[in-house]
């Protein structure tokens, strides 16, 4: 295997082989083909793209360059769900727990935010104790426990992601389909599991701006993951708009709680169920939508997913008092009130300002060596279509960083639009799906 030979073969356009795919991989993981060639190889890709096929071969490549997780113990059916990054997606920590009392196993293997986009694992950190770190083996005794854990990659579950990611986000080539698709893919994957369901984000505060480019990377999910043998189906969503009152990382985990404990706004609610149905579809657990849907509810309201979120915050080392005081969570903590500046009603919120007020206020990374604020961000959203008076609160930000308060609230203030009449019609959340 010729390393340049290969980088010239897809710099012209050409459908490089599984071999020639894996063995670049390989070479790479091992060490044996430096940075540099990669970082040429996946510039080619950004350019010139690739096929499913060649797409699927990538995907294997690096998911075999690690371990895989045996979730045959388990002794029931296996099932996750991956967000392709939002503002205010604290949908994972409520979806997991309602899965797992349907009756699914959710290994759920995390990633931290990027940018604007929050990250599951930061906003779990916000939780005292709360340890993402666990072994492969603690990881499934979780699961197998309570029914569900969340978690961040570990060394050994696809090493070659770990390698290319850092490149890829240095070297401008982020934003590749077969690139993303291997990426999310490979550790996925490797969790060995029955069904996997896909939110593609779409919008202003996503990574996918157009529904075009957002349904493009959801057929591609779908059919490389099928190929490599997983039930999978995508949902595309909007993220013009940030998910529920809260980014951020304390203020979304109080949101998530207070959803389990049966408080949570409409498009947190929809966007779980709709998630949620298809993950108890694609395992067989349930035959139709409508079961699903009931099966969810009952989860929900009995309380049950609140008890398994509780059990799996104790199981990996949290303070679950947080269940029951929040305000533990925002040990530290300052606020700070951002007040309507004329009477109106809220008709639309950038999503993609609340974003960079959190990456202010401390909630995200501006470089790698950054240190995460867990109680930074950004609560009591009002909602669009929600009527103020002068000087009333449009949102609290929240940080142990008062300093950053200023030019935060100047974001807050340009995200608002405030109108003398409601909106016509409510934003649209469910834009389509890939099945």
């Known amino acids: 295997m010729i390393p340049q030979w290969i980088i010239e073969k897809k710099r012209d356009g050409g459908v490089l082989s599984d071999s020639e795919i894996r063995e670049f991989v390989d070479a790479f993981t091992e060490g044996t083909v430096p940075d540099y060639q990669m970082s040429a190889l996946a510039m080619a890709i950004y350019f010139k793209g690739m096929t499913i096929a060649e797409t699927a071969a990538l995907t294997l490549a690096m998911l075999e360059s690690g371990t895989r997780l045996d979730t045959t113990p388990l002794g ?35 990633g931290r935010g990027l940018g604007i986009t929050g990250g599951t694992l930061d906003k779990l950190e916000a939780i005292p104790g709360y340890r993402t770190d666990l072994t492969e083996k603690a990881f499934l005794k979780v699961v197998n426990t309570c029914g569900c854990s969340i978690i961040g990659q570990t060394r050994r579950l696809a090493p070659a992601d770990r390698k290319l990611y850092a490149l ?38 996503a990574f996918m701006k157009t529904p075009a480019m957002a349904r493009n990377l959801a057929k591609t999910l779908v059919q490389v993951a099928t190929a490599l043998g997983t039930r999978t189906a995508a949902v595309i969503s909007a993220m013009d708009l940030p998910t529920g009152c809260a980014v951020g990382n304390a203020p979304e985990v109080a949101e998530a709680i207070a959803a389990l404990q049966g408080q949570a706004s409409a498009d947190v609610e929809d966007l779980t169920l709709t998630l949620g149905c298809r993950m108890l579809l694609l395992t067989r657990v349930c035959r139709t939508p409508a079961e699903a849907r009931t099966r969810l509810c009952d989860a929900w309201k009995s309380g049950r997913g609140l008890d398994i979120f509780r059990k799996m915050i104790e199981l990996q080392q949290g303070n679950s008092r947080v269940i029951d005081r929040p305000e533990l969570l925002f040990k530290g903590a300052q606020r700070q009130v951002v007040k309507a500046p004329r009477a109106g009603f809220v008709t639309a919120i950038n999503s993609e300002d609340i974003g960079r007020a959190c990456l202010i206020l401390g909630a995200g990374r501006q470089r790698t060596t950054d240190r995460v604020d867990p109680t930074a961000g950004v609560a009591d959203l009002k909602q669009v279509g929600t009527s103020v008076s002068r000087g009333e609160p449009l949102a609290v930000l929240v940080s142990r960083s008062s300093h950053a308060f200023p030019e935060a609230v100047q974001f807050i203030g340009r995200a608002f639009e405030l109108q003398d009449r409601p909106p016509a019609r409510p934003a649209k959340l469910i834009l389509g799906a890939c099945v």
């Open 76 to 110: 029931r059916p296996t099932a996750d769900k991956h967000s392709t990054g939002g503002i205010g997606d604290k949908i994972s920590l409520i979806l997991a727990p309602l899965v797992a009392a349907c009756g699914v196993a959710v290994p759920m293997i995390s």
């Open 168 to 205: 890829r986000d240095v070297t401008g080539t982020v934003p590749s389909i077969p690139l993303i698709t291997a990426s999310i893919l490979s550790k996925k994957l490797a969790e060995d599991l029955d069904a996997l369901v896909l939110d593609v984000k779409c919008g202003r505060g």
